[in-house]
């Protein structure tokens, strides 16, 4: 199993990377938040990772940080929600929203998120409430305020992916004109080419 990759980034796809390590260049899928945490091209670049065995293939799965990772483990863990359905669902929020909807049971915001209906809403509240418990707690009120709007999303986002939270904003402002009708994983896309250059 590999469990981490240490190397640089040689391309970057909508929801993926190659990283080179050692001149191997392995296929990493990542969620939009990840995505935006990479560094430029060519930079050095550290994942952790979870590797996925089917029949047909060996995917793996990269985080940026060991919370994110945490909550895909356990969202693969829910019957219905498999690697490339809990990386989907992390691209729509940011891992302490999560955890914070379904520790509140709050099923009208998880339904919200691209690729989850009501009975996947429900079933993550039921299934995930006592695992994620922890992580809720740990996001404090901060994490309350994202749910105020898009753009709040966003920043908080890019805060918890390691961003000040005055550049999280600044980058927020600066789409606010293009966020109508986009989802939090077209925007975090937007916010990481933004802060690309």
């Known amino acids: 199993m590999i ?18 390590v050692h001149g191997v260049g392995y296929l990493v899928h ?27 293939a060996l995917d793996l799965f990269g ?11 356990a969202l693969v863990e829910v019957k219905g929600v498999g690697p490339r359905a809990a990386q989907k669902i992390l691209s729509g929020i940011p891992a302490r929203e999560l955890a914070q909807a379904v520790a509140h049971g709050d099923v009208a915001r998880l339904t919200k998120v691209p690729g989850v209906g009501k009975k996947t809403a429900e079933r993550l509240v039921v299934e995930l409430k006592e695992k994620l418990l922890a992580l809720a707690q740990a996001a404090g009120p901060a994490t309350v305020r994202a749910a105020g ?3 709040d999303q966003l920043s908080a986002a890019l805060v918890n992916l390691g961003y000040r939270p005055a550049q999280a904003e600044q ?3 600066r789409l606010r004109g293009q966020s109508e009708g986009m989802e939090l994983d077209e ?11």
């Not at 240490?6 to 909508?14: D, K, Q, Y």
């Not at 060519?42 to 089917?54: A, D, F, K, N, S």
């Not at 985080?63 to 483990?73: C, I, K, N, Q």
């Open 3 to 20: 469990a981490r990759l240490s190397g640089a980034l040689v391309e970057r796809g909508e929801d993926y990377a190659v990283i080179d």
């Open 63 to 73: 985080f940026a940080t060991e919370e994110e990772e945490g909550v895909f483990r």
């Open 171 to 173: 980058v927020a402002e």
């Open 149 to 151: 709007g898009l753009l």
């Open 30 to 56: 990542l969620s939009a938040a990840t995505l935006l945490a990479l560094p430029p091209r060519g930079e050095p670049v550290i994942l952790r990772t979870i590797t996925h065995v089917r029949e047909d």
């Open 187 to 197: 925007l975090l896309r937007e916010a990481l080419k933004t802060i690309r250059g």
